[in-house]
């Protein structure tokens, strides 16, 4: 019996540390994470309880703290800076990823992502706000245009691209002027990314837009499927993910194939970091692939 009861506790044991060690069952091992951005080698992630982590690699990360009361929702790095962004209107700097300081920022509303472009930092959040810095220091608040919740920005081609509620998309050549373009769409938009010649946003249900020059708008959305909240492009295909694990790949924004990231959890933010792409999401999870298709990982 004590041979018995022994060998079941090393497997037991066993088992434990690899459901940890692989993510399995949805590890309750962190604060949730909703931004992730790679700079100067550097992978940062940011996410609920002011937090936020980095890594080398997109595995064995480092938790360097709680940086503000609240939620931060997404951050970007330009200028030689990392700048993450939350509740309350928190605009928070980092040269280095693990010492951060806090700008004074013009709003209080929540802002829910942040992306710099042409030597601008733009940021949005709830009820349409925009705010603009040239420096990451002193921040201005412009005009967007409309009252929905801006969820997802992004710049690619001289363009920034905002997108959120409602199917609402906002671009801009500047950071300052804005343009509402028709959407054949009114879903939750979440997040847009810009590869092979087209912009793909993508959100709740499925929804999906494409555009080759982010005037003109085509639904592409996925049917019957969860909600997609993140996008990014690398490699020569998009990769989206979003609740229950799944990933789609899509060679040029029209067609989507289906896959898992092995566990039933929330990933709320991607990036291509070195050779690999890596999401974080509910729980601290993470995972990382060469390509899209095959996922490893574990929980923060």
């Given at each position: ?7 079941w ?8 540390a ?10 309750d ?8 951005v790679?700079?100067s ?25 709680s940086?503000?009361?609240?939620t931060?929702?997404?951050v ?7 700048v993450?962004?939350?509740?309350g ?19 209080g509303?929540?802002l ?13 959040g709830?009820?349409?706000?925009i705010?603009?810095?040239e ?12 009252g ?12 920034f ?15 300052r ?6 959407v054949p769409?009114d879903?939750n938009?979440?997040?847009?990314a810009?590869?092979?010649?087209v912009?793909?946003a993508?959100?709740a249900g499925?929804?999906?837009v494409?555009s ?8 592409v ?26 990933v789609?790949?899509?060679p040029n924004?029209?067609?989507f ?22 999401t ?7 995972r990382?692939s060469?390509d ?7 929980a923060?």
């Open positions: 019996m004590k041979n018995w009861m022994g060998t506790i090393v497997a037991a044991a066993c088992l434990v690899c459901l940890a060690a692989c993510g399995g069952g949805g590890d091992a962190g604060p949730d994470q909703f931004g992730l790679e700079g080698d550097l992978l940062v992630s940011v996410g609920a309880e002011g937090s936020e982590r980095t890594s080398q690699t997109g595995g064995g990360w480092d938790g360097e703290g940086f503000i009361d609240g931060l929702r997404g970007t790095f330009g200028r030689d800076r990392y993450a962004v939350g509740s209107g928190a605009i928070i700097r980092s040269t280095s990823g693990s010492s951060w300081d806090r700008a004074a920022s013009p709003t509303v929540e829910r992502d942040v992306t710099f472009g042409d030597g601008r930092f733009v940021a949005v709830d009820g349409g706000v705010v603009f810095s420096d990451a220091d002193f921040w201005v608040t412009v005009d967007s245009g409309t929905d919740d801006l969820i997802g920005a992004s710049f690619d081609e001289g363009l691209v905002v997108v959120g509620n409602a199917g609402v998309v906002l671009t801009s050549s500047d950071g002027a804005w343009t509402i373009r028709d769409i879903a938009l979440h997040d847009v810009y590869g092979g010649g912009y793909l993508v959100g499925g929804a999906a494409l080759e020059d982010g005037t003109t708008w085509d639904d959305s996925i049917r019957n499927v969860p909600s997609l909240q993140t996008v990014t492009y690398a490699l020569g295909i998009f990769v989206l993910l979003g609740d229950a694990g799944q789609y790949t899509s924004g029209t067609q194939f289906s896959g898992s990231t092995g566990v039933s959890e929330t990933f709320q933010a991607v990036a291509f970091h070195q050779d690999r792409f890596v974080v999401g509910a729980n601290g999870n993470f990382q060469f899209a298709v095959s996922w490893f990982g574990g923060f």
